[in-house]
């Protein structure tokens, strides 16, 4: 998900064309929300019915991303807090991810991204350092879409897109100087299986960026509240989420990898430096291309939008953070 700011501008989008319309009948609109409401009630989702959705779900969703904010479908990066340079905080969000791990820039040659989403972050990284960028993507419109822009900005052969399940990529071992994925962790159904792809393509003394949405940290012996549970669940349903887990979960999991040299291993909480993205994301709604391209992206993106609030909810309450960790692999 995130990704998951994409839904709210889609969000505000829906508020809007509900405001805006004049040839809906209310109880046409009611219908919907009683639709939107129970299926966010269901059981959750196999992990086929998970893959096959989020692979629509961007499918339909990402060109209205584009359209409103460009190539970069992630946060920005807001300190100062108050900053309006949005298009350059989103760039900065990836430049502090690269400083974060104390990565030298001068080893890097390649990169994957795990997510990639249309592919700003690779051709951003491909650029910075001249390096090949990979991506991985299960959204065949955003691989497409990818290699467009690669094409454009000079990068063919430099950065490419392919369709692919990041939980089983077709890379061979040892392959990466820098292994990236940002915002694209909350959707894998298998976090074990997910980090041991993120080590198995990395290279010896490469480095890891895991920048994902996480639900709090535990003290041992605690679970989540039913009520919080509750509230992760209708999220699950609404973005095409499996469980969640916490940053301590990402830990664990990378300490018990013979290859991670875990001395190297940074932890940290963002949720402050992105929060003041929303406001901003909210305000570029407010304009008739954003209704209507949400009208026209079909109802898993009006439920999504629906349902931005209880992430915002989930955020706000200190359940939902956005967790960042990074590592090396040993040499």
Known sequence: MTKLLLLITLGICSILSNALSTTTPKPARVG?????????????????????????FYDRSSKLWEDVWGEHMHHGYYEPEDREDHTQAQVDMIDKLLDFSSLDGSKISSVVDVGCGIGGSSRHIAKKYNCEAKGVTLSPYQAKRGNELAEEQGLKGKSSFQVADALSMPFPDSSFDLVW????????????????????????????????????????????????????????????LPDWCSSSDYQRIFSQNDDVDISTMKVDDWSYVIAPFWKAVIKSSLNLRSVVGLLRSGFSTIRGAYAMGLMLRGFNVGLIKFGVITVKMKE
């Open 32 to 56: 919907r929300l009683s639709r939107i409401r129970a299926s966010l009630k269901s059981e959750p989702r196999s992990r086929s019915d998970l893959k096959n959705g989020i692979a629509g």
């Open 181 to 240: 994925s940002l915002e694209s962790g909350e959707h894998m159904p298998d976090k074990e299986k997910f980090v041991g792809e993120l080590t198995r393509v990395a290279k010896k003394g490469s480095s890891i960026i895991l920048c994902t949405w996480v639900h709090r940290d535990l003290e041992e012996g605690e679970e989540l509240t039913k009520k919080e549970v509750k509230l992760l669940r209708k999220i699950n349903r609404a973005y095409y």
